[in-house]
């Protein structure tokens, strides 16, 4: 049954994308996101596969878990369907009847994040077994098509300003071993990808459509809403960005700069909030943060366990520690480190993209970026992003797992200020004309 509706449902979207007008990518041929689709499905497949066949415990695997607590919020519709829409929708759900529900899962709590991502994940589950008869690879499907959704998303968006790497930006945030793998599996990162995608194609839309029109807004607001319920601190760090964007957009003023003012501008704002708001103070989570990962570590005896300094509960601890935080999370895991298999792929990867960013470096073109908004929202997206999740991860396996979400920036960053191109026998097999 679980092969026969993981089938049906990969035919209808396959389908669904050679009808759909979104999935029409100039110089992109259908054909090629169909395989493309495919392609993710597979990795989605694996990440299944590796965390039933070789990470066997399901309390601890994040593609299992949320699943696996969905089915206790599912099971209210066979009794009691109202509890199961208040739970599913959010309306409601913190009512006292409800709490047996939520004492029976492991993961429905979360005390670091002002919101908790896990929830969504679980609803999300719990949603999907309605077409998916509680049949886990049928969840993959589907997520597969969200995160689909997400690159094709950003493709556009980067497509405005550089209409002629649509296939390579396409490539990147398809093709990355590390971001195919956690961005097609049954995780929180595919619905990042998704939301994020969208999050930056509606404001675009907004932007420069001509006229503000609801139906943008609307959606632009619903797609934020839904990013700050898959991951919190990436709804955080592009927020900053999103108002760079928009300065730059309506006046003109010179990219780098205005990133660089809204960037420090945003801190500050957060650190002010912190000290009026103890209770959303963000240097005290971070430590908490740091500090259950290292809990963890212990526990669990952790062998792709680095040192890493200890933050303290205060933003200047924080600043001092950005530096290092971000160095270890782009060079980090090395070539050198030990640990699974997964790390040494990862590290490969790491080393591959590191070498790349020298060579782009040699071929570092100012004047192709300096009057753009797309590549200084990539670089300062990765910065941020890589800072935070340097100061707080002690664990490699977490952090190659994180740092995907930002990777993909960094490369395009670097492909378009090289201006690096495929070869022209490669864009000719993947292009329209071709298909």
Known sequence: MELLLTLAYTAIFVFLI????????????????????????????????????????????????????????????????????????????????????????????????????????????????????????????????????????????????????????????????????????????????????????????????GQVKINQLVLLILSLFLLLISKFHVFVLILPLLTAWWICAKTGYKPYWVFISSTISFFMLIVLISFLTPNWNMAARLAQKQQAFFNLATETTAGSFISIPVLEPNFISFILNAPAGFLFCLTRPFITDGGSVLILISAIENLLILLFCVYALFKFRFKLIQNKIMPWLCIFYTITFFVLIGVVTPVLGAIVRYKAQALPFLVVFFLIASNTTFHKNVIKLFSKNNS
């Open 18 to 209: 050679g009808k759909l007008k979104f999935f029409d990518l100039d110089g992109i041929s259908l054909n090629t996101i169909k395989i493309a689709y495919l392609l993710k499905i597979a990795a989605g497949i694996s990440v299944g596969l590796i965390y039933t066949y070789y990470y066997t415990d399901r309390l601890t695997a994040d593609t299992f878990k949320f699943f696996d607590d969905s089915k206790i919020l599912f099971d209210a519709v066979y009794s009691q369907p109202f509890d199961f829409l208040r739970m599913v929708s959010g309306i409601g759900a913190g009512a006292a009847e409800l709490q047996p529900y939520y004492d029976k899962m492991t993961n429905w709590y979360d005390t670091f994040s002002p919101y908790n991502d896990n929830r969504t994940l679980i609803r999300l589950n719990a949603f999907l077994r309605i077409f998916s008869l509680g049949n886990y690879y049928v969840h993959v499907v589907f997520v597969c098509f969200l995160s689909l959704t997400g690159i094709i998303a950003v493709v556009k968006v980067f497509s405005r300003e550089f209409p002629l790497k649509s296939l390579e930006i396409f490539a990147v945030f398809l093709l990355l071993p590390s971001v195919l793998f956690w961005g097609s599996g049954l995780l929180k990162d595919s619905l990042v990808i998704f939301s994020l995608g969208l999050v930056l194609y509606w404001f675009d839309k907004f932007l420069y459509s």
